[in-house]
């Protein structure tokens, strides 16, 4: 059975549906770089071993990454999972991770990278919006897609709502991806693209505003 490890930096809502899951892996343990985040009062209450590496006690984010690596070995992790980490990694530590982190990420990449996703789909005035899970490379926030949900971004929609459903979808989506890379049914290639192994899976039109 695979080794994973997630990293948190506050609430935690997508480790809460991973760890609710039952996922054919070990959870090894939660780390956050917030002694503060209060998922991780979700883990320990499951029995799930945590770790806090707080970047406020390494002068540069080297140290920090080289801290924060140690103590991930000591897990053994198979898959780094990152779930609401709020740090950007260096790329030694995303290099040493290669093709076993992942990340969630707020928008339908490769649009919207970085931060405040919600606002600025809403300012586009965009018709569908929705997240992203997929490989870390040092490219921030642009490694290869494992799955993506899509939502029509509705009239009145604010910045709260949105995320809200988004929110629901990452919830539903982050735990399909852990499944499939822990099964063996997806994976990183050498050449960087993800290889899906399940035989035509099958997809559905978004169409936003809905046809009449
Ligand atoms: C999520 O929206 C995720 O996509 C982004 O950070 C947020 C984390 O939320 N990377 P939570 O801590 O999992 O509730």
Not at 109 to 120: K, S
Not at 121 to 142: E, N, W, Y
Not at 189 to 200: F, K, L, Y
Request: aromatic fraction near 4%.
């Amino acid at each position: 059975m695979k080794n994973i490890v997630i990293l948190i930096s506050g609430r935690g809502s997508n480790m809460q549906a991973l760890l609710s899951a039952n996922l054919n892996c070990n959870i090894a343990a939660v780390i956050s770089n917030k002694a503060d985040a209060t998922g991780l009062a979700f883990a320990q209450a499951r029995g799930i071993p945590t770790a806090v590496v707080s970047h406020r006690d390494h002068p540069d984010r080297e140290s920090f990454d080289a801290a924060l690596a140690a103590v991930i070995d000591n897990f053994k992790p198979d898959l780094l999972i990152l779930a609401g980490f709020m740090r950007i990694l260096t790329p030694g530590f995303v290099a040493h991770y290669q093709g076993r982190l992942i990340n969630i990420h707020p928008s339908l990449l490769p649009a919207y990278t970085g931060l405040h996703t919600h606002a600025r789909a809403l300012k586009d005035g965009v018709k569908i919006h929705g997240c992203t899970v997929h490989f870390v490379t040092p490219d921030l926030d642009h490694g290869p897609v494992i799955i993506q949900a899509a939502i029509p971004v509705l009239t009145g929609d604010t910045e709260h709502t949105l995320a809200a459903r988004i929110l629901h979808e990452e919830h539903r989506i982050f735990p399909q991806a852990v499944r499939w890379l822990c099964s063996g049914q997806v994976e990183l290639a050498e050449d960087g693209r993800v290889i899906d192994h399940r035989r035509n899976p099958p997809g559905i039109a978004l169409i936003s505003p809905a046809l009449d």
